[in-house]
Every structure is written in C-alpha cells, then in structure tokens.
C-alpha cells in the first residue's frame, strides 16, 4: 500500500496499527519483518480501514487492556487476510466480511464490476481485466492467432480466435477484447455462459454446431503451438495470425 494511505490509517487508528516490533508485540503475535508495512495494494484500502473503525469504536476506546491490534496485514491467495492479536466475535465477523468482499475487489483500483481472481508465475490476485493485464504485463495491443480445432460436441473441425495473453493462464476471460473478437469473420465468437467461471464470456463457438469450446482448452491447443507474444511465425502450418486487437 501507498505510504500515504497507510500514514492516513496509522494516524487516524493508532491502537489498531499498533506496529512497534517489542518483546509484547511479537510475543502476540506480530512479525517483526512485517511491523511497518500493509501488505496489500490500494484498492481494499476502504476494506481495511471498515476493520479498523470497528475495532475503535467497539473496544480500542476504553483505555483497558482489551484493545485490538493488528499483527498482520496481507494478501494471501488473492484475499486480503487480517490478523490481529485476539478476535472478539465482532472482530472475527468483520475480517472474515473484508476477506470474502476483497475475492470481488480489484486490489489495486478498488473495483467491484468484472473482477476475479488471476494468476501469473504462480501468484494470485483478485483484479478487474484492466488491472490485470497490466499486471500481466499484457501489452495495449496483442496478436490474434486462427487455427483448426476439433469441436468436443460434434467433432467437426472448426476454426477458432486466440488473443494471446489477454485470459491469463487457463483460459481466462477475454472481456477487453471481447466486441472486436466477435466482428471477425475468421471465428464464431460469441458471448456465452462458462460453467466453471459461472459467468457469460465471450469464447469460440463450433461454426458447425454452435457448441462453446472452452477457453482453457483453447489455451491449452494455443500453448501447444507455442503461441505468445514473442511469436512472430508459427510453426504449426495451421496457425495464422489475423490481425491485432486493443485491450485498454
């Protein structure tokens, strides 16, 4: 997080930051290699700070014993996870909400609209498609490649649309470029409803039988033919690229 929205959060809630790497705070709980940083970007800013009105108004005002802390702030899995150095009822609800809210946040703009959870190299983050081809280092503009594909419903061969990078790894989702990949006489693009993201996205449709493809799976037959954006030529005498489509 931003130095400025953190100063903001220690300034406003010093009970709650109460990040000062002592014998007390470790042995609570705290890690000291963590003691001064929110590890998480700005976009759940709102979420992290709900947590830390609550625990102001309900038990960091009484001048007792009883105040709550966090020990640790973090991402973890693509969720914003809380820590803190005990969990009355009242706090446990309150991180848990911010835990289940932040999986439909995009971490770093805040949004709420056209999130999910992405991963790249391994690590995953909850973002919205804009956040995350940037973060993906996805370029403004990527190749889209036309190959043959057997279709799984009728077993026709069809041809299908792949732009690469822009779904991530596994097949994604491709919402930026969604519109223009549907004007291509090349493919049948069509927005359809994905069983395993439990959303409409826009995905190859059988030009014989209308069947949606998968995008995972068309990922998969693209990765096969070594399709990515370093790929100038492919070597696999059914792939061509069509054209190039914008993504933000």
């Given at each position: 997080m931003n130095q400025e929205l953190e100063?903001?959060?220690?300034?406003?809630?010093?009970?709650?930051?109460?990040?000062?790497?002592?014998?007390?705070?470790?042995?609570?709980?705290?890690?000291?290699?963590?003691?001064?940083?929110?590890?998480?970007?700005?976009?759940?800013?709102?979420?992290?700070?709900?947590?830390?009105?609550?625990?102001?108004?309900?038990?960091?005002?009484?001048?007792?014993?009883?105040?709550?802390?966090?020990?640790?702030?973090?991402?973890?899995?693509?969720?914003?996870?809380?820590?803190?150095?005990?969990?009355?009822?009242?706090?446990?609800?309150?991180?848990?909400?911010?835990?289940?809210?932040?999986?439909?946040?995009?971490?770093r703009c805040g949004a709420t609209q056209g999130t999910r959870k992405q991963s790249d190299t391994g690590w995953m983050k909850t973002l919205c498609e804009s956040c995350g081809l940037e973060w993906r280092g996805v370029p403004e503009e990527v190749p889209v490649w036309q190959f043959t594909y057997e279709c799984h419903e009728c077993g026709s061969e069809t041809p299908v649309l792949y732009p690469v990078g822009v779904g991530g790894k596994?097949?994604?989702?491709?919402?930026?470029?969604?519109?223009?990949?549907?004007?291509?006489?090349?493919?049948?693009?069509?927005?359809?409803?994905?069983?395993?993201?439990?959303?409409?996205?826009?995905?190859?449709?059988?030009?014989?039988?209308?069947?949606?493809?998968?995008?995972y799976y068309v990922y998969e037959a693209a990765a096969d033919r070594d399709l990515t954006l370093e790929t100038t030529a492919s070597h696999d005498h059914d792939a061509t690229r069509v054209t190039t489509v914008t993504t933000r």
């Open positions: 100063a903001y959060l220690t300034d406003s809630y010093p009970t709650f930051f109460h990040y000062r790497a002592t014998d007390e705070t470790v042995a609570d709980g705290m890690d000291p290699a963590i003691a001064h940083e929110i590890a998480c970007d700005d976009g759940w800013f709102p979420l992290i700070e709900a947590v830390a009105t609550i625990a102001k108004k309900q038990f960091n005002t009484r001048g007792d014993r009883e105040t709550i802390h966090a020990t640790q702030i973090k991402e973890k899995f693509g969720a914003l996870r809380i820590y803190v150095n005990r969990s009355p009822d009242r706090i446990t609800a309150a991180t848990w909400m911010a835990q289940r809210l932040s999986e439909q946040m995009c971490e596994h097949g994604g989702a491709w919402e930026p470029v969604g519109e223009q990949l549907k004007t291509l006489t090349e493919g049948n693009i069509q927005e359809v409803f994905s069983e395993v993201q439990r959303t409409v996205v826009y995905g190859n449709c059988c030009v014989e039988c209308d069947a949606y493809q998968g995008n």
